[in-house]
């Protein structure tokens, strides 16, 4: 600790009988501190109801709602097919992964096999969605910290990344390109040659980024020791991705389930110990060279030719017997998961989508705000790396 | 693994016959009574420490609500859901939050979306995600979001709709007569 000031701590709240702090917001000696649903601190479209004593937080509450659609409502209404277009809308940085998950879910309940450049195709796609998603969270926590030319960097290369979408898919940021089946279709000529491009910029940008934010003392002051979660709440809170990696827990699905072609990829689970926020960045950070690896090894290494699509019913009268399934996969925040329920109807009966920031954003958040200072929440959200939509689907 | 697994719980606990879904996904329905003890068996002494999700399913012809837990053993690479079927007339589940804090959240959202109490779970009773709802929740199978939205909002003039299953089938299958589209 840098300033181990000590404070008069007689003014904070003290505990009740059932150990929670008892705060009266008539003594005036708190306030209440609105933190979103519109403010540069915060990630997305949600809020966070801060109690503050001083410049100390002593009570968070998230909430949601901002953006609330009744996706999973609206998915019932629809056929298999029909679902498909709306998927990919309940995560704007990273909407690949739904597209995927839900995809493998109506395959593994119809009985489909995809063909195996398809496949390839769509682990090149989902790495691909990692690191845009990830520089959003480079920007976002540098723009946290007030560092906004890391944000204006990374969002030049991600939208060369996005060209590459588009080239590849015809879109920029919903891409709908994985369906039940397979994949809408192949890579363009010299799409490798385009992607080693895109791939060389984004190395000389990250290079930057490191000198300008790794190298900063004033970052890593606000970032070493701070939101640190300890490792035994990453079970009983669901933690998992980068959060926990950061811990020294090597969760990671691509190597503890592996799915798609991740077990025939080269690649390293990258881990830190201390926990904290900077500790955090820095696991994504070699994440994204990780995917940058990994997009090369997969150019590389698959098919040169073959089928993209595998035979589907006539999508108008399409039935699936009554089931259920899980399917997951590592999004770049954690484990990210369809639970698919059909009834033998031509409508899927239950669609669950577990995303990582239901647990992150919610009652992990509520846990790590007391006791922190009002100009650390933002950071440490932000850390978080959370997505508001998988909240409220 | 997952077979000796149920036959070990299957000593103490009445499970039905498990669906085994893939080698690392298993489904099984237990009693209501014995979740809370089977949880923790699962937890403690299986090493199942991770709490995948809980959701719900409107089986609305059978009268049930489907609660599902859904658990994972990240070491053995392998998910158990737990089903519990509960009424939906006295639709009331048993709180897990303090087995795992997380569950708060879930259990909030089941009691707003599907009207599912779970007593004592720390603000289950607090909007979640909607504000100022009054109507049924609307997550079950009979509240009508079509209706709902036809009756709060105004229609805009000049916009042109189209039933969404026949455009799809005049864009898909222009050829084929709607007979013969099967």
């Given amino acids: 600790m840098m300033f181990n000031l000590k404070t008069d701590r007689s003014q904070y709240p003290q505990p009740g009988p059932d150990g929670k702090l008892e705060i009266d917001l008539e003594t005036g000696k708190y306030l209440k501190l609105w933190q979103g649903p519109n403010h540069p601190g915060i990630t997305g479209n949600m809020s966070v109801e801060l109690t503050v004593c001083g410049d100390e937080v002593v009570a968070g509450k998230t909430h949601v709602g901002y953006l609330h659609r009744g996706f999973e409502k609206l998915m019932e209404r629809r056929s298999f097919i029909q679902v498909f277009p709306i998927v990919c809308r309940v995560c704007v940085p990273e909407p690949d992964f739904n597209e995927y998950c839900y995809a493998a879910a109506v395959e593994e309940l119809a009985g489909i096999k995809v063909p195996e450049l398809a496949n390839w195709m769509r682990t090149l796609i989902l790495e691909m969605g990692r690191f845009n998603s990830y520089m959003m969270f480079l920007g976002g926590i540098s723009g946290a910290l007030g560092l906004g030319v890391v944000g204006q960097w990374m969002t030049y290369v991600r939208d060369l990344m996005l060209d590459r979408f588009e080239e590849l898919t015809g879109a920029r940021i919903y891409h709908m390109f994985i369906l039940p089946g397979g994949v809408r279709g192949h890579l363009p000529d010299g799409f490798a040659g385009r992607m080693e491009e895109v791939l060389r910029t984004a190395e000389k940008y990250l290079a930057d980024v490191e000198k300008v934010m790794f190298r900063n003392a004033v970052y890593k002051r606000r970032t070493k020791g701070i939101g640190v979660i300890d490792p035994k709440l990453f079970e009983p809170y669901g933690v998992t991705g980068p959060n926990a990696r950061a811990g020294g827990v090597a969760k990671d699905l691509r190597k503890d389930a592996p799915y798609l072609v991740y077990n025939e990829l080269d690649f390293e689970v990258q881990t830190g110990k201390d926990s904290d926020i900077h500790t955090r960045v820095d ?59 059909t009834d033998g109807s031509g409508y899927p009966r239950r669609i669950n989508v577990r995303g990582p920031s239901y647990t992150h954003a ?19 959200m932000v850390s978080l790396h959370t997505y508001p939509p998988e909240i409220e689907r | 693994m997952m077979k000796d697994l149920i036959a070990k719980l299957k000593k103490h606990y009445k499970l039905t016959e498990p669906d085994y879904r893939r080698a690392d996904l298993t489904f099984v329905t237990a009693q209501k009574d014995e979740l809370r003890s089977l949880l923790i068996a699962l937890r403690d002494i299986e090493g199942f420490t991770h709490l995948v999700l809980l959701t719900a399913v409107d089986w609305l012809e059978e009268g049930l609500f489907q609660l599902t837990y859904m ?105 084929q007569k709607p007979e013969a589209a099967k």
């Fill in chain 1, 283 to 341: 696991v994504r950070y070699r994440d994204i060279h990780q995917s940058i690896a990994l997009i090369r090894q997969i150019l590389q290494k698959m098919p040169k030719d073959g089928p993209v699509m595998a035979k589907i019913p006539n999508v108008l009268h399409w039935q699936i017997p009554r089931g259920e399934t899980y399917i997951k996969g590592e999004s770049s925040r954690g484990e990210y998961g369809y639970y698919l329920v």
């Fill in chain 1, 362 to 380: 919610m009652a992990l958040l509520e846990h790590l705000i007391p006791g922190t200072n009002i100009s650390d929440v933002a950071q440490l």
């Fill in chain 2, 71 to 175: 658990l994972n053993n990240r070491a053995a690479n392998r998910t158990l859901a737990l089903r519990v079927m509960i009424p939906r007339a006295n639709a009331v589940g048993d709180t897990i939050h303090d087995l795992w804090p997380t569950a708060e959240t879930y259990q909030r959202e089941l009691r707003e979306m599907f009207g599912i109490d779970f007593p004592g779970s720390p603000r289950v009773n607090d909007e979640f995600i909607l504000e100022g709802w009054t109507d049924m929740p609307p997550y079950r199978r009979d509240f009508d979001s079509l209706a709902y939205s036809l009756q709060t909002y105004r229609e805009r003039p000049g916009r042109v709709t189209h039933d969404p299953r026949e455009h799809m089938k005049k864009a898909l299958y222009p050829d």
